[in-house]
T-cell receptor, first 112, second 113 residues
Framework: KQEVTQIPAALSVPEGENLVLNCSFT??????LQWFRQDPGKGLTSLLL?????REQTSGRLNASLDKSSGRSTLYIAASQPGDSATYLC???????????FGTGTRLKVLA | NAGVTQTPKFQVLKTGQSMTLQCAQD?????MSWYRQDPGMGLRLIHY???????DQGEVPNGYNVSRSTTEDFPLRLLSAAPSQTSVYFC????????????FGEGSWLTVV
């Protein structure tokens, strides 16, 4: 059974810091992995999607990496800003299905 | 583009009442699903559909029914609401032509008293 874990559960950093959020999964038979942002009281916004054949994806100040063999993904946020404060979730899609398994998220607070 | 639209956004139900959460997408996506989000438990899959007329159970289907009569709509029915169904519900869709990105609605906050 696929399990997705995100560490840390919460993180507080001063503005301007570069930071790394971690996501680990137990079954390497994945189709893709997606990172999402969720603001309080809102839905999920897709940030980056990495196909199983890819090693990383970049969008602006965000970079996500994927190491399928070790069951890990990291989301790197450069030069963090207070507007980056949100909960970040990762989810893996199982091979051969449309089902996504979600981690419980990392709640990020960037202090001005 | 409307994307994935959910209604209502907020609802309070009494135990035993029934209701339907509506979900519609305008992206012609074949796959649609319902998740619930509870504190400390992440999102859990309730039901999903891979196309009109086809539905299947997810991880936590008990107490919920779904149907998929059209590609666009995927309503979630609570048959007899229980306090344990107090949660935030998200509808999502995936299309093969959208780079396999999963799109979420804004969520429906349900409280059962």
């Amino acid at each position: 059974k696929q399990e997705v874990t995100q560490i840390p559960a919460a993180l507080s950093v001063p503005e301007g810091e570069n930071l790394v959020l971690n996501c680990s999964f137990t079954d390497s038979a994945i189709y893709n992995l997606q990172w999402f942002r969720q603001d309080p009281g809102k839905g999920l916004t897709s940030l980056l999607l990495i196909q199983s054949s890819q090693r990383e994806q970049t969008s602006g100040r965000l970079n996500a990496s994927l190491d399928k063999s070790s069951g890990r993904s990291t989301l790197y946020i450069a030069a963090s800003q207070p507007g980056d404060s949100a909960t970040y979730l990762c989810a893996v899609r199982r091979s051969g299905t449309y089902k996504y398994i979600f981690g419980t998220g990392t709640r990020l607070k960037v202090l001005a | 583009n409307a994307g994935v639209t959910q209604t209502p956004k907020f609802q309070v139900l009494k135990t035993g009442q029934s209701m339907t959460l509506q979900c519609a997408q305008d992206m012609n996506h074949e796959y649609m699903s319902w998740y619930r989000q509870d504190p400390g438990m992440g999102l859990r899959l309730i039901h999903y559909s891979v196309g009109a007329g086809i539905t299947d159970q997810g991880e936590v289907p008990n107490g919920y029914n779904v149907s998929r009569s059209t590609t666009e709509d995927f309503p979630l029915r609570l048959l007899s609401a229980a306090p344990s169904q107090t949660s935030v519900y998200f509808c999502a869709s995936i299309g093969a032509d959208s780079g396999n990105t999963i799109y979420f609605g804004e969520g429906s906050w349900l409280t059962v008293v």
